[in-house]
């Protein structure tokens, strides 16, 4: 049963670019999380997002930034004019339910680093 | 969710246990404690969570006082592997969502 997979592991943009971060949840969950963790710096929590719905963005900026999760396919967590201080390992979780008494199971994250 | 207390780093002897506080004295009834850590590079990793009573699995142990008010994790013998940041986060299963508060933790550092 693979585990949460995330893509690219790296991602180098330049200012002013587009950064397009995937998530797939492991097998059976359908609730996804994001967290952003900047360097030297704690994981801080984004967005939660059911199939087609978003449950709770209240860490998301509030430009530039916009998660989805569609029915069919990954999650994508889309940065559009990235600036140098998007730089950050974003990492995604996912869990069978949202109230999750398992504890939540993260991906290896993407590592974005914007020049 | 209540707000927790960590030391910011300690050291471990391989081999031996490693002994991890944490202080939740605002805790309330229903909230469970949980403990996550991240080795560097890597996403969180989920460890072991518990209620009241003193819990164990195949990773560690966790021992809540009886007031609640702090607990700790046992690392019963440390590898190197297990140098990381540990996470102690005090939450209601059912509230919040995935919406887990990571404080600083504390950088454990098991040395040979």
């Known amino acids: 049963n693979a585990g949460v997979m995330q893509n690219p592991r790296h991602l180098v943009r330049r200012r002013g670019q587009e950064a397009r971060l995937r998530c797939s949840p492991m097998?059976?969950?359908?609730?996804v999380y994001w967290y952003r963790q900047l360097p030297e710096e704690g994981l801080k929590f984004m967005v939660y997002?059911?199939?087609?719905?978003?449950?709770?963005e209240s860490g998301m900026p509030k430009e530039r930034f916009s998660a989805e999760f569609p029915k069919e396919g990954p999650s994508i967590l889309r940065i559009q004019q990235v600036v140098r201080g998007d730089s950050a390992a974003y990492f995604c979780?996912?869990?069978?339910?949202?109230?999750?008494?398992?504890?939540?199971?993260f991906g290896s994250g993407t590592r974005l680093t914007v020049v | 969710d209540a707000k927790t207390t960590q030391p910011p780093s300690m050291d471990c002897a391989e081999g031996r246990a490693a002994n991890l506080p944490c202080n939740h004295s605002?805790?309330?009834?229903?909230?469970?404690v949980y403990w996550y850590r991240q080795i560097h590079s890597q996403g969180p990793q989920y460890i072991i969570h518990?209620?009241?009573n003193n819990e164990t699995n195949e990773m560690a142990s966790l021992i809540i006082t009886e007031d609640r008010k702090s607990s700790t994790l046992i690392l019963p013998h440390a590898t190197l592997r297990d140098t990381a940041v540990y996470y102690c986060?005090?939450?209601?299963?059912?509230?919040?969502?995935?919406?887990?508060?990571f404080g600083a933790g504390t950088q454990v550092v098991v040395t040979p």
């Open positions: 097998k059976g969950h359908s609730h």
């Open positions: 518990g209620l009241k």
């Open positions: 986060i005090v939450r209601l299963p059912t509230d919040s969502w995935g919406k887990l508060q």
């Open positions: 605002t805790i309330s009834g229903n909230e469970y």
């Open positions: 979780a996912s869990s069978p339910t949202g109230a999750s008494d398992y504890g939540y199971t």
């Open positions: 997002l059911q199939k087609e719905n978003i449950i709770d």
